[in-house]
């Protein structure tokens, strides 16, 4: 088929045949297909939306343009995560190792940061000596032998995603329902999970910003994954606000060790435990959800999921020790201490201008390739509902580069609100979707 007739239809408002979606990604695949034909088509699909048998197919040829790992041969329900990305979202880290220290083999290629989100692997990056790049070979030994390994995504893994991504970034066609279902989709499928819970974050810091944009790229990545034969389902949770304290790549693999000490934040305690439950259901390792709760809370006190993330870093040649002792982790040789301008009860903390600011302070990347200060980052002494004196210290900015302060601060400035009168509380989990039905407890 040729491609200006592919791109023609889908211009036109056509749906795609499965002919067509296969010699799309087979021509991105092999660069038969040169950058503009394949930006094209990227953009008419941003115009003209997929179907949801269109967005499947895709997922589908992708997931064919590399290896599928095939994790057949260890025991259990093998159960992925994936986040749609956030501010100050560490929960990866702490949900693989934990679900393993519960019996569940977790299989999990992550990514970098992108944007003002966080990824995993930079944060991972921040154990001294980790590893992320293990070979194929390697990363089912591991996870055949102690249940858990945070990689990067492996060359031979939905390359066709690798190819469209990077176009995608460069040419405006991110934001299409379709596009990211079928991105994220394709490396879960690939990476060898048999059951899937995925986080949908929703709010100011994240791609997806309203409950009903989220439920809609939570219902196609349910459809994507069922169609499959994966079981997958979406809890969509906000992210107007910054997840736990820390933001920023070594700071949040300490507040990771907190809570895997069973302390923490309140609020990623829960997402922790409300997402390692569903794993540990879908995994079949406890017959209620109040089961599954129990085990996943008792792995974070007994020190099991610590003990298991320690074996981990040590497998993946980072030093164990850090564990222990997270002071030797890489920090910052400068902290400006953000005091508040006046009394009163925090009433906003805006998870976007907090990620902006993080990244202004080397946390993250301005442009690809940029080498990330993995010390720098963001501590969030107050957050929404909490009250303040005039003067008391609300936020202590960590970074090396002085010349970096300037754009952090009034980004800070402007995304805590301090007012008279504690804000309406908001849910963490904002709804539920899932192969046999779905619940919104906030819709909008
Ligand atoms: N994450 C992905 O992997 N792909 C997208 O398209 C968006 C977020």
């Not at 997922?59 to 095939?70: C, K, L």
């Not at 990244?359 to 690809?368: Q, T, Y």
């Not at 609300?394 to 754009?407: F, I, K, Q, W």
Request: aromatic share 2%.
């Amino acid at each position: 088929m040729r491609a200006v007739d592919i791109i023609r239809a889908k211009r036109d408002g056509d749906a795609l045949s499965r002919e067509a979606i296969d010699a799309f990604v087979a021509g991105v695949t092999s660069g038969s297909w040169p950058d503009y034909q394949v930006s094209a088509l990227l953009m008419a699909i941003v115009l003209k939306g997929m179907n949801a048998v269109e967005t499947s197919w895709l997922t589908d040829a992708m997931v064919r343009s590399g290896d599928r790992v095939n994790l057949r041969h260890i025991p259990g329900i093998k159960v992925g995560k994936h986040s749609t990305g956030g501010v100050g979202d560490k929960v990866s880290i702490i949900l693989a190792p934990l679900a393993a220290a519960c019996g569940v083999t977790v299989p999990k290629m992550s990514g970098r940061g992108l944007g003002h989100t966080g990824g995993t692997l930079d944060k991972l990056e921040s154990i001294p000596g980790f590893r992320v790049a293990l070979s194929l070979d390697e990363y089912i030994t591991q996870l055949a032998e102690i249940g858990c390994c945070l990689i990067s995504q492996t060359a031979t893994i939905a390359p066709a995603d690798k190819a469209l991504y990077a176009l995608r970034d460069v040419t405006g066609t991110i934001e299409s329902l379709p596009l990211i279902a079928s991105s994220i989709m394709s490396k879960k499928l690939a990476e060898g999970s048999e059951a899937l819970v995925l986080d949908v974050k929703c709010g100011r810091g994240a791609f997806m910003h309203r409950p009903a944009d989220a439920r809609a790229l939570a219902r196609s990545m349910v459809s994507i994954g069922t169609a499959a034969g994966v079981r997958t389902e979406c809890l969509i949770t906000q992210m107007d606000v910054p997840l736990g304290h820390a933001v920023g790549n070594a700071l949040e693999i300490a507040e990771c060790i907190e809570v895997l000490r069973g302390q923490g934040p309140a609020d990623l305690i829960e997402l922790v435990v409300r997402l390692g439950s569903r794993m540990v259901r879908l995994a079949k390792k406890a017959a209620t959800d109040e089961e599954s709760a129990a085990l996943v809370r008792h792995a974070l006190s007994s020190g099991a999921a610590l003990a298991r993330f320690r074996l981990m870093v040590a497998r993946q040649g980072g030093d164990p020790a850090v564990v222990d002792d997270p002071s030797r982790l890489p920090s910052a040789r400068l902290k400006h201490v953000m005091t508040a301008p006046r009394r009163g009860v925090v009433t906003a903390l805006d998870a976007l201008l907090v990620g902006r600011a993080a990244v202004a302070l080397g946390a993250g990347r301005d442009k690809k390739g940029d080498e990330v200060d993995l010390s720098a980052g963001i501590v969030l002494l107050k957050k929404p509902q909490d009250e303040v004196a005039a003067g008391e210290p609300v936020m202590e900015l960590h970074y090396n580069d002085p010349s970096r302060l300037a754009g952090a601060l009034p980004l800070v400035t402007q995304a805590m609100v301090i007012g008279d009168q504690p804000p309406a509380t908001q849910p963490l989990v904002l709804g539920w979707v899932h192969d046999s039905g779905e619940t919104m407890f906030v819709v909008s």
